[in-house]
Nanobody
Framework: QVQLAESGGGLVQAGDSLRLSCEVS????????MGWFRQAPGKEREFIAA????????YYADAMKGRFTISRDNAKNTVYLQVDSLKPEDTADYYC???????????????????????WGQGTQVTVSS
């Protein structure tokens, strides 16, 4: 059974930093690209970042570049999202997800598309107070 378990969310103040974690089990972790998405109340789910199988390549949504950093530790079957200088508009549920793009699909930027992800976690809530 595949499980993706996010953690690290909570209530923080504007300007703080958080590191979200997503521990994965039930699949061969280093065979999957991993992504982070978020969904704010009343809004659609949006792509944040994705990281390739070995961690050597990443994609970020243009609006997320600079304050968000994705990384992975294949020895721990875990993907991370570091978020710095948090803003109230970062308040959302944050989700990790796993996909198996081909190399060509990865190079095309397909990991930005939520529809390409196979497995999803339940999400961790981040609330940023001003």
């Amino acid at each position: 059974q595949v499980q993706l378990a996010e953690s690290g969310g909570g209530l923080v103040q504007a300007g703080d930093s958080l590191r979200l974690s997503c521990e994965v089990s039930g699949l061969t972790f280093d065979s999957y690209a991993m992504g982070w998405f978020r969904q704010a109340p009343g809004k659609e789910r949006e792509f944040i970042a994705a990281i390739a199988w070995t961690g050597s390549s990443t994609y970020y949504a243009d609006a997320m570049k600079g304050r968000f950093t994705i990384s992975r530790d294949n020895a721990k079957n875990t993907v991370y999202l570091q978020v710095d200088s948090l803003k109230p508009e970062d308040t959302a549920d944050y989700y990790c997800a796993a996909s198996r793009p081909t190399l060509a699909q990865w190079l095309e930027g397909r990991p930005k598309d939520a529809a390409d992800y196979i497995y999803w976690g339940q999400g961790t809530q981040v609330t940023v107070s001003s």
